[in-house]
């Protein structure tokens, strides 16, 4: 609708864009002030019980009709998939256990006259380059208090 | 007797833009029914650096760098890290990138079955460290800086307290929950009297990622509807339409949550509020955020309605840094880093931050 005066129409999609905004506030509050509730926690948390207690009893039916017919369920996929992943682990573990003498061996092989023995299989970890383009030196340290001179860990 | 109005140029104006918007709104609307693959996402230059079970870390190289040492980020097992590159122009990786950072940001995966078995020791003593180490040895750095999103946060606020003697240059917190006291309606629909954490887990192994996004989308039911007017609004921008779906595509990818982490999160943070009283054991050892004595920035968002307000702020109360700073930004959960306003708020906030405490490199 034209206003007299000469001023701009109002803009409809503006206001329709107000209008529900307004409602949403409202339903919003009332929404979340019944959520906060005891009793829909209650209800919530008796949903999810229900959801679980079907998710059990469908994976026990299927896990026994796999059995039965001497094919691998879920289950064992997942337990046998969770031993392979804790071997990996080990595996790395071992690793870095070999890694970490490693750098012992080699730090004792620096710090010492002797020289280290020859064919030894230990990987030599390299120093830090510079990043290529970086000059060696740098401008302005910048150094917070509290971290200064402390032994890396990580 | 009143005289007709005629119409005057700025009504003829108003009436001609909303007619070429309408045409606009058509052929963007037909392209979002048509064409509704999914937006592309993550587009600053990257590589994957490290990978680790399901893991991998991606490396952003700076085109022009000017400060060390890099910035390491993590993000929240719950949620996929590409928010924090969403989109040219949104993307907070992408802007540290073009200010001079080499930015690292941790890629958890999707968590398999088997992963069901990972528990926070994992992540933050089993993890974190390796990644921490490849990152120092790859970029030649001794230090880093360590930033975290949402329970990102709270993974490099386990390991900086952990390893107080691991060289972290500074950290930053980004809507990380500290006080689950005021977790709000997540705190109060985990109540264990409700809510059999273990049965979940036991069944399940990992948490579904669909029971994830349902939990979610409660805390704002209503948003779907304010979610399709806005875009009906400003469907005829162009720029609008691809933030929201580049928005869109993150809001509804979900990933399962490791279900030993979900049950320790439960358990210690949500029911018993461990980790500010000091009482929180991760991999037998006890987490002491006064042992965090680096430089920290704790970024909140006052409309955060996952993580809200009262639950992140006081993170600098417990921390034993003498520089802290808490920054709240005037926006939502995933506004506060994405988006226009994050790009003009946050991001320079957290760019000077971070340069004000890295080594600036003289041009070559």
């Avoid at chain 1, 129409?9 to 979340?32: F, G, R, T, V, Y």
């Avoid at chain 1, 059990?56 to 046998?80: A, E, F, M």
């Amino acid at each position: 609708m034209a206003e007299s005066g000469g001023s701009a129409m109002p803009d409809p999609l503006a206001l329709w864009k107000q209008m529900i905004e307004s409602q949403d506030q409202q339903w919003s509050k009332a929404l979340h002030d019944m959520m906060q509730t005891d009793a829909f926690a209650a209800s919530m948390g008796s949903y999810l019980d229900n959801l679980v207690n079907v998710q059990g009893t469908i994976t026990k039916t299927l896990d026994q009709y796999y059995r039965t017919l001497n094919l691998p369920s879920r289950s064992d996929v997942t337990r046998l998939a969770t031993e392979v992943a804790e071997l990996r682990e080990a595996v790395l573990r071992l690793g870095d256990r070999v890694e970490e003498l490693a750098e012992r061996q080699d730090a004792a092989g620096r710090s010492s006259t002797a020289p280290t023995s020859a064919g030894s299989a230990s990987p030599r970890r390299a120093a830090p380059q510079p990043r290529a383009g970086a000059p060696a030196k740098r401008t302005g340290a910048k150094r917070a208090p509290g971290s200064a001179g402390q032994p890396a860990e990580g | 007797m009143g005289q007709a109005t005629v119409p005057n140029e700025d009504v003829a104006k108003q009436f001609q833009r909303e007619w070429e918007r309408s045409l606009l709104r058509y052929r963007n609307g037909l392209d979002q029914v048509l064409r509704p693959e999914e937006a592309p996402v993550g587009q600053t230059p990257h590589e994957t650096t490290f990978r680790l079970d399901r893991l991998q870390v991606y490396h952003y190289p700076s085109p022009d760098q000017r400060f060390a040492p890099p910035l390491l980020i993590a993000t929240s097992l719950v949620s996929r890290p590409y928010i924090l590159d969403l989109h040219p122009g949104s993307s907070l990786i992408e802007y540290l990138v073009n200010r001079g950072f080499e930015v690292y940001l941790i890629d958890w995966g999707v968590p398999a079955e088997e992963d069901a078995r990972l528990s926070l020791d994992d992540y933050v003593n089993g993890y974190l460290p390796k990644i921490i180490r490849h990152v120092k040895r790859v970029s030649g750095e001794s230090e880093i800086h360590l930033a975290g999103y949402c329970m990102g946060g709270l993974f490099a606020l386990w390991y900086a307290a952990l390893h107080p003697r691991s060289a972290i240059r500074s950290l930053l917190c980004l809507a990380t929950p500290v006080d689950f006291e005021h977790l709000g309606l997540f705190a109060r629909w985990a109540d264990r009297r409700y809510f059999d954490v273990d049965k979940l887990v036991d069944t399940f192994g990992n948490v579904p990622a669909d029971l994830l996004q349902t939990a979610f989308n409660m805390l704002r039911p209503t948003a779907n509807v304010t979610k399709y007017v806005n875009l009906w609004v400003n469907l005829w921008n162009d720029e609008y339409v691809a933030s929201y779906r580049a928005f869109d595509r993150w809001v509804n990818d979900w990933i399962p949550f490791p279900g030993e982490a979900f049950r320790e999160v439960t358990k210690s943070c949500i029911w018993d509020n461990q980790l500010i009283k000091g009482q929180q054991v991760i991999g037998g050892k006890q987490v002491d955020l006064g042992k965090i004595r680096c430089p920290i920035l704790n970024v909140a968002a006052a409309s955060d309605h996952i993580v809200p307000l009262d639950s992140t702020r006081t993170l600098t109360d417990y921390v034993g840094s003498e520089d802290r700073e808490l920054y709240v930004a005037k926006a939502g959960h995933a506004g506060l880093v994405a988006g226009r306003s994050a790009s003009r708020g946050l991001f320079p906030k957290v760019g000077d931050w971070l340069a004000a405490r890295s080594d600036e490199i003289a041009p070559a």
